[in-house]
């Protein structure tokens, strides 16, 4: 299974991006697909994630209200539509997709089995 980020980019805040994570090589619906990020010097943090067969979408609480994860099951694609970015937002997005992982792990990134490269993601005036 290959994750491939796209999407990143400079934004002013208050701006919105929208990131997309092209699988290949499995069915999206057949996997757990989550968002992390990780800032320079800092640790790689959850932000949300799509549970696999549709059962759910779940959200860090520092994004809850700001960002929505969906998925393109034609496309094979999830997406992370982030609005309202704040610098705090600042950091390399990456996806990472895993199956049979249990309701408690979702936001767990050793839970995850492929990774893509990341994107980079710039909230700056």
């Known amino acids: 299974v290959q994750l491939v980020e796209s999407g990143g980019g400079l934004v002013q805040p208050g701006g919105s991006l929208r990131l997309s994570c092209a699988v290949s090589?499995?069915?999206?619906?057949?996997?757990?697909v989550g968002w992390f990020r990780q800032a320079p010097g800092k640790e790689r943090d959850y932000v949300a994630a799509?549970?696999?067969?549709?059962?759910?979408?779940y959200y860090a609480d520092s994004v809850k209200g700001r960002f929505t994860v969906s998925r393109d099951s034609a496309k094979n694609t999830v997406y992370l539509q982030m609005n309202s970015l704040l610098p705090e937002d600042t950091a390399t997005y990456h996806c990472?997709?895993?199956?049979?992982?249990?309701?408690?792990?979702?936001?767990?990134?050793?839970?995850?089995?492929?990774w893509g490269q990341g994107t980079v993601v710039t909230v700056s005036s």
């Open positions: 990472a997709a895993g199956s049979g992982i249990i309701l408690s792990s979702t936001s767990n990134y050793q839970a995850y089995n492929y």
């Open positions: 090589g499995g069915t999206i619906s057949l996997y757990t």
């Open positions: 799509v549970r696999r067969y549709g059962s759910g979408t």
